[in-house]
């Protein structure tokens, strides 16, 4: 996929994480804050990247702030994201397909 | 050296007869030489003690660089005391190189990070620490090793002259002119002050700051106006909305109901569930919220509770109004029905932190405890409990009398959910120990009930009662499946606080932690 577009998921809740794409020309570039960061930083940072190949995004500046989200959080906010951005997220939405 | 908990603590701490931790009970029997005071005469009758403002008391007790001032911690967060002080001391005389022994401390001691910062604060010794000053002494701003105590362990280091308090500063609600102390009376209340009477007792100078200044005599005396030098009136001690909040409520949140429940019914599966039981709880939401439960085994089985000790709040005076319990004795209050209730309703009077929890002395109400119901930020399989760090491993909390209860009580109630966000409570190791694990008898969480293998008597009780329990290690299973198998933290070899056991040997240390990177 292709992101088009500027575009945001999520909340900076408790539990909850916010994640921002924008168009990118090399790869992914991420950033990333944790409240969990110590402990769960590397793995955030693998889970965000696995989600993003597994949707064929090869070019976003993507920007994670997360409030001690589960894996399962940060891959559904990481996916809403990204449709969000390549204007998919009215209609068709191909939940469970590319994204495992 | 490693102590008993698997904690490495560094020979350079293990001097001046400075031991590691053996385990419970290591120093009984043993004698201890207690330290005296070096006070000074006020023979010729005085009329009234009061000095115009704080530098004057200051210089009244020849107050000088390098100094150790103490400091109790009733007002909680409302607390304006310790920064007046500081502020005095350092800003307007030009002090530097001071300790803060204090009680606890709070968010509301910010301000003191900048004197650390600046190398005007050198020492930190209390239970709690939080905040900025948390952060700045988990990055070693601190010039000296702080040092962090149980409120038992606090007075104990009193008594036995390792914290020498050159000036006491009494924070109190009403005092009179000549410094008889109470916590009640005023417009800053705070009820009980417990953790304040050993300072009093071992200080070699006193200064009592209130803002209600009422007749002599102010009976019956929390502090008494033998100890006490100098009193500065001042506008106001501290927020009194802080310092007491309006009611502490029993949670609705139905997680915490549950977990309250099981907490009750383990109680009265236990032989002291009888009778005359003694009973102490914490504040948090489900530790609070199974008083409501044990009232029901209560009255099914006909029985009262004996004494409830402890930081005292609404529901238990509400007991003690009804006749549920017999007497609360009380080292601090957290709500305003708590507050008022103290030395007011018949059966609920106030005790010293010594007289609470102090494991040198010759037996403290902890040690007459049936049941202790607490919360943990971490417990490990060795059933360890950490109540002072984060999980990023920067100094936030305060281990408080929790290491107190369990030592003494026959039977040590953990209740926590098993994770809180990301975080496992249950995990591996924790990542500071601050109540050893052999202390801590039953853990209550969300997902299941695991008892201490050292106590095989409890899990008898449970099995007869037919409450379904599992091994430790299966709750630390269930919450890594769910949060994640967390990467261990990352230290610097620098210690930047001492963790003392409540009997003074060393159970961890805390070390400055490495900045994280996302490289592997």
């Known amino acids: ?100 | 050296m490693k102590n008993a908990v698997g904690r490495d603590i560094p020979d350079f701490l293990l001097v001046d007869g400075k031991e590691v931790y053996q385990g419970k009970n290591y120093m009984d029997g043993k004698y201890l030489q207690k330290a005296a005071p070096k006070t000074r005469r006020y023979e010729k009758p005085q009329e009234s003690k009061i000095v115009s403002s704080l530098v004057d008391a200051l210089k009244q007790c020849g107050a000088k660089s390098g100094m150790t001032f103490s400091f109790h911690h009733h007002l909680r967060d409302g607390d304006f005391v310790v920064n007046m002080v500081m502020k005095a001391a350092i800003e307007e005389l030009g002090l530097e190189d001071l300790t803060i022994a204090a009680s606890s401390l709070g968010s509301a001691h910010d301000p003191i990070a900048d004197y650390i910062e600046q190398g005007k604060v050198v020492g930190i010794q209390t239970s709690g620490i939080r905040g900025r000053m948390g952060e700045v002494v988990s990055k070693g701003k601190l010039k000296t090793r702080a040092i962090i105590r149980s409120h038992g362990g606090r007075p104990r280091a009193i008594e036995a002259g390792e914290v020498h308090i050159d000036i006491a500063f009494i924070a109190a609600p009403t005092s009179d002119c000549v410094g008889n102390c109470r916590g009640i009376g005023g417009k800053s209340n705070c009820g009980s002050m417990g953790y304040a009477m050993t300072d009093a007792k071992y200080a070699d100078h006193v200064v009592v700051v209130t803002d209600c200044l009422v007749d002599f005599p102010n009976m019956p005396a929390s502090v008494e106006a033998i100890d006490v030098d100098a009193v500065v009136v001042v506008d106001s001690i501290g927020n009194p909305k802080k310092i007491a909040s309006a009611a502490a409520r029993i949670s609705q949140n139905p997680r915490d109901l549950m977990m309250a429940e099981d907490v009750a019914r383990v109680i009265a599966s236990t032989p002291y569930f009888k009778d005359g039981f003694s009973f102490q709880t914490g504040v948090g939401g489900p530790s609070l919220a199974a008083n409501l439960f044990l009232e029901k085994y209560m009255d099914e089985r006909n029985i009262k509770m004996g004494w409830a000790i402890g930081g005292i709040c609404g529901p238990m005076v509400e007991m003690l109004k009804k006749g549920k319990v017999g007497k609360v004795i009380d080292v601090q209050d957290f709500d305003l029905d708590a507050v008022n209730s103290i030395n007011q309703t018949p059966n609920h009077f106030e005790m010293s932190a010594s007289q609470y929890a102090n494991p040198a002395n010759k037996g403290a109400f902890v040690n007459k405890l049936d049941f202790v119901v607490l919360a943990a930020l971490e417990i490990d399989t060795g059933f360890n409990v950490n109540v002072l760090t984060g999980s990023d491993g920067i100094l936030r909390g305060a281990p408080g009398g929790h290491p107190d209860t369990a030592a003494g009580s026959k039977c040590c109630i953990i209740v926590t959910p098993l994770i809180r966000g990301r975080m496992a409570t249950v995990c591996e190791h924790v990542v500071t120990v601050t109540t050893p694990g052999d202390c801590v008898d039953v853990l209550v969480t969300d997902y299941g009930i695991a008892v201490n293998p050292l106590r095989p008597d409890l899990i008898e009780c449970l099995d007869n009662a037919g409450i379904k329990h599992v091994p430790i290690e299966e709750l630390k299973e269930k919450a890594y499946s769910m949060v994640g198998r967390p990467d261990d933290l990352q230290w610097e070899d620098e210690v930047v606080a001492v963790l003392e056991a409540r009997d003074g040997t060393i159970l961890d240390v805390i070390r400055k932690i490495k900045p994280y990177t996302l490289e592997d």
């Open chain 1, 1 to 100: 996929m292709e992101i088009l577009k500027p575009a945001m998921a999520g909340t900076l809740e408790s539990s909850d994480a916010q994640v921002m794409v924008e168009p990118g020309e090399d790869g992914i570039e991420l950033s990333l804050e944790s409240s969990v960061m110590n402990q769960y930083g590397r793995q955030i940072k693998a889970t965000v990247l696995e989600t993003l190949e597994r949707l064929g995004v090869e070019n976003a500046r993507v920007a994670v702030v997360d409030k001690g989200a589960l894996d399962c959080t940060i891959k559904a906010r990481v996916e809403c994201a990204v449709f969000r951005s390549c204007g998919q997220s009215a209609e068709n939405i191909p939940w469970g397909g590319a994204v495992k």
